[in-house]
């Protein structure tokens, strides 16, 4: 059976030696030494001054709309995970979806303003599938009407724009090491903040406000990643140049092998460097996705509907007239794509999806 992904387990010997560190320690949580060393390896690797690494890629959301979004309206996408919706109504603030730019997936900036009402506190957008929003546009609206801005960058490890991290943009960019994703702790994630005193914010938010043992900045919450988790994260993220390469591979033979007659994939903004983290496919009809995903289901592969259904259609909110979003997210399907996805096993899907497109109905 060939999954959507495959979590990449690194060599056990390698995991072994960075527990030896903990039982050494005798340490286990509260940032100890092997969270800062991953801390300041991120830092190194990624090119951002500072990143606080925590529990998982929800909460640092969570932290960063408490601080920022003030119970108000959040401008967001209605196309992505769960997770960036789910805070933002977790949070006591108010989701308002605005519809998506169906080439590369994101929120389309252009449509931003006209929703901005004067309870608006900030916009959290999604790159999806790592692919970049229109960062210099949503940026200029956020300055103009004074609102905060937040990217869900979980999926946007080693992702760069114009030459920099990706992470860099925003008042707080977040990104998830869950083990689904192309960088894993196992459970994790991270926030990323250039402004020493909202940084400074985050560090104490996510520690139940702990200014020293007796002392305390605030209210807090525990967002703490632990030292087991950093162990897998020092251990995996030697092994990263090699799992991007092997799936930059795979995604280069998709492009080839597949009839894009009847299918498109997203288009990476111009200016990007892609870390190939999904490969999704757009059909022209829902009718013509369930019958491939049916077709290769019975020839063991598993694809995903990332992401279905649209977040606007949740139970929680207020729906909203979003097309092109839940067009989106009724044609699209992600391919198998992993570090360890031969390229025959990629041919062969590829010629499956091509089979199923051109039989009759
Ligand atoms: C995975 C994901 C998250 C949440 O990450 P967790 O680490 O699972 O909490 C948030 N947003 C998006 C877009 C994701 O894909």
Redesign the pocket.
């Known amino acids: 059976m060939i999954n959507v992904t495959t979590t990449f387990f690194p060599p056990l010997s390698e995991y072994n030696a960075q527990l030896e560190r903990i039982w050494k320690n005798e340490w286990l949580t509260n940032r100890g030494e092997l969270v800062q060393e991953l801390e300041a390896k991120l830092c190194n690797r990624l090119g951002v001054q500072n990143a606080l690494l925590m529990a998982?890629?929800?909460?640092p959301?969570q932290i960063a709309l408490r601080l920022l979004a003030d119970k108000g309206e959040v401008i967001t996408s209605p196309f992505?995970?769960v997770?960036?919706t789910a805070?933002i109504v977790w949070e006591h603030c108010t989701p308002v979806f605005v519809d998506i730019d169906p080439a590369t997936l994101s929120i389309d900036e252009t449509k931003i303003e006209a929703a901005i009402t004067n309870k608006t506190t900030a916009i959290m957008a999604?790159h999806?599938f790592g692919n970049p929003c229109d960062i210099e546009k949503i940026e200029k609206i956020a300055h103009k009407h004074d609102l905060k801005v937040i990217y869900?960058a979980?999926?946007c490890f080693d992702v760069l724009y114009k030459g920099q991290s990706i992470f860099n943009y925003g008042d707080v960019s977040?990104c998830?090491?869950?083990a689904?994703?192309l960088f894993h702790t196992g459970?994790?994630?991270v926030a990323i903040c250039n402004n020493d005193e909202l940084f400074g914010q985050l560090n104490y938010s996510h520690k139940f406000g702990h200014d020293g043992p007796l002392k305390f900045k605030g209210l807090g919450i525990n967002g703490k990643m632990s030292e087991l988790q950093a162990a897998m994260g020092l251990t995996v993220l030697p092994y990263m140049d090699e799992i991007v390469s092997k799936r930059k591979a795979a995604v280069e033979t998709y492009h080839q092998a597949l009839n894009f007659d009847k299918l498109r994939t997203m288009e990476i903004r111009e200016g990007a460097q892609w870390n190939y983290s999904y490969y999704p496919i757009l059909f022209e009809n829902e009718f013509q996705l369930l019958k491939t995903e049916k077709y290769l289901q019975a020839n063991q592969i598993i694809p995903r509907r990332y992401?279905y259904p649209s977040l606007n259609s949740l139970p929680y909110v207020i729906p909203a007239d979003v097309p092109l979003a839940d067009r989106a997210a009724k044609t699209i399907l992600c391919l198998p794509l992993s570090h360890d996805l031969p390229n025959h096993e990629v041919v062969r899907i590829a010629n499956l999806v091509n089979e199923s497109l051109n039989s009759r109905p």
């Open positions: 998982n890629g929800t909460i959301l992505g995970y997770a960036t805070s999604t999806v869900d979980a999926h977040t998830s090491f869950h689904t994703k459970e994790g994630g992401f």
